[in-house]
């Protein structure tokens, strides 16, 4: 018998939980304060440390924008422009994955000014 799964993002599972919205509001609002876990592809090196702040709110994106941004990362990715990959926060890290269509947002092609990496 066949057993189908239910894939729950990190969003999704923070939604549907019962704290208040200034609550799910923060959490979601920690999202692009992460690092990145395991082996990152030589074009995003750069982000490997122990602290990244992606950045997304210093962007100069509109709040729709900026939304649109951040609801991608939390859900099934937001895709890096120039490449075949996208990043998805994935509690309590980021992972960098390759698209597969289910992507929403797609980052504005200056979005390495905003990340700040701190490393030992």
């Not at 979601?28 to 750069?46: Q, R």
């Not at 210093?58 to 990362?73: D, P, T, V």
Request: glycine share 8%.
């Amino acid at each position: 018998m066949a057993t189908e799964l239910n894939f729950r993002t990190w969003l999704e599972r923070v939604e549907d939980n019962p704290f208040d919205e200034w609550t799910k509001e923060r959490m979601a609002n920690e999202m692009p304060h992460t690092y990145f876990k395991g082996y990152l592809p030589l074009a995003l090196v750069f982000l490997q440390g122990r602290f990244v702040d992606l950045g997304f709110e210093n962007l100069g994106l509109s709040s729709q924008e900026h939304r649109k941004i951040m609801s991608a990362f939390g859900r099934t990715g937001v895709c890096i422009p120039g490449t075949q990959l996208r990043m998805r926060f994935a509690y309590p890290h980021a992972e960098i994955e390759p698209i597969d269509g289910s992507e929403s947002a797609t980052l504005p092609s200056w979005w390495k000014e905003g990340v700040l990496v701190i490393n030992d």
